[in-house]
Structure formats: C-alpha cells, structure tokens
T-cell receptor
Framework: GAVVSQHPSWVICKSGTSVKIECRSLDFQATTMFWYRQFPKQSLMLMATSNEGSKATYEQGVEKDKFLINHASLTLSTLTVTSAHPEDSSFYICSARGSGLGTETQYFGPGTRLLVL | QKEVEQNSGPLSVPEGAIASLNCTYSDRGSQSFFWYRQYSGKSPELIMFIYSNGDKEDGRFTAQLNKASQYVSLLIRDSQPSDSATYLC????????????FGQGTRLTINP
C-alpha cells in the first residue's frame, strides 16, 4: 500500500523557535499533500493543501506566515511552524494523494507531536 | 449544520457482536466517502472507501452508502478488542475547493 512518512515523530522546543516537519511519500508520487492539526479529543482540522511546485492553499483562520509550507518535489512537503508558542502544541499530520492510487484517496503519515514550552 | 456529523460515543460493544457506526453529511453533491480508524496517539489509517450506493464489503468490514439520505455507515462483524479505536468518517466536499472533511469521530470500545 501507499506509505507516507513524517519526521520527526515528536519534537519539544522552546517558545519562539521554529520547527520544521517533513512529510514524504515513499512509494508513490504525491501530486497533492495536506497538512492537518489535531488537538486532544478533537477531530482532524485541515490547515492547508499544497500542490507540487505551487503555493499552498490555507484554510480560513490559518496564518500562512506562521505555518510555512513548501512542496518542492512530488515526494516531499515541509511544514515550518515559525516562532512557535505553547498554543501551537498539537499533533500535526500530513497526508498525500497521488495518481494511480485512486485519485481521491488520501494516505496519512504517522504524525508529529509538537510540544512548545 | 456541520459538514460531516458522527455520534462521538463512546460506543461499547461486546466481543463477537456487530458494531455499527453512523455518519451523515450535508453536501448532497458529495461522491466519495471514507472510513478511517485512529488509535490513541496515532494517525488515521484508511479502512474503506465507498463511492456507490449500497454495500461494500471487505473482510469483517462493510460500508453502506445511501446518497438520498446523505448517510454512510460502517459495520464491523465479529468485533475484536483490537477494533477498539476512534472511527472517523470523511467526505469529499464538492462545494468550493474539493477537500476531505472529517467528522468528529466515534470512539468504539469492544468489551472482552
């Protein structure tokens, strides 16, 4: 099946620092990648959608200057949380969708747990 | 009205019984429906997708879709303790930019 990896799996950082999370599709080309955030006991909330080689589309209420997304290749997207604050502590999950897999099916990475002190 | 609604549970089912999970959606134009399972602290994993009205079976899992009623369900036969998880219904919403929208999830517990 389709495999999506994320790195790191968890990170603890000080308030004000920036954190970069990588999302890779390992066995398929991801034309579109999605970034979600999930707070405890809540469902996944879509933050942004990125297509390879173009700017990401952010959901309402998500600050594009705070959550920088780069989708430079068909197998890699990165999310950078800039100047992180404790309220940014959450579970960040990426998913990928690609051709040849069923055009609408999204496969999720294992997630990155971020704790900002 | 939420775009995708699920009963948050918890839903408790004895081992070996059938677990029934329900989901309704608001976008009548939606054509693609997914069920994901999420264990505590983990990311969602795809169980099934369904596009056509009726039933779709895969092992112990059966997805049911009724577009007229805007209703999709997941049945788990011969429930096992390892099926205990949160089950997320997700729908591709057609209005505006197509995106996958998740319900809040139903927490299922299978009691040995």
């Amino acid at each position: 099946g389709a495999v999506v990896s994320q790195h790191p799996s968890w990170v603890i950082c000080k308030s004000g620092t920036s954190v970069k999370i990588e999302c890779r599709s390992l066995d398929f080309q991801a034309t579109t990648m999605f970034w979600y955030r999930q707070f405890p006991k809540q469902s996944l909330m879509l933050m942004a959608t990125s297509n390879e080689g173009s700017k990401a589309t952010y959901e309402q209420g998500v600050e594009k200057d705070k959550f920088l997304i780069n989708h430079a290749s068909l197998t890699l997207s990165t999310l950078t949380v800039t100047s992180a604050h404790p309220e940014d502590s959450s579970f960040y999950i990426c998913s990928a969708r690609g051709s040849g897999l069923g055009t609408e099916t999204q496969y999720f990475g294992p997630g990155t747990r971020l704790l900002v002190l | 009205q939420k775009e995708v609604e699920q009963n948050s549970g918890p839903l408790s089912v004895p081992e070996g019984a059938i677990a029934s999970l329900n989901c309704t959606y608001s976008d009548r134009g939606s054509q693609s429906f997914f069920w994901y399972r999420q264990y505590s602290g983990k990311s969602p994993e795809l169980i099934m997708f369904i596009y056509s009205n009726g039933d779709k079976e895969d092992g112990r899992f059966t997805a049911q879709l009724n577009k007229a009623s805007q209703y999709v369900s997941l049945l788990i036969r011969d429930s096992q303790p390892s099926d205990s998880a949160t089950y997320l219904c997700a729908v591709i919403i057609i209005q505006g930019a197509q995106k996958l929208v998740f319900g809040q999830g139903t927490r299922l517990t299978i009691n040995p």
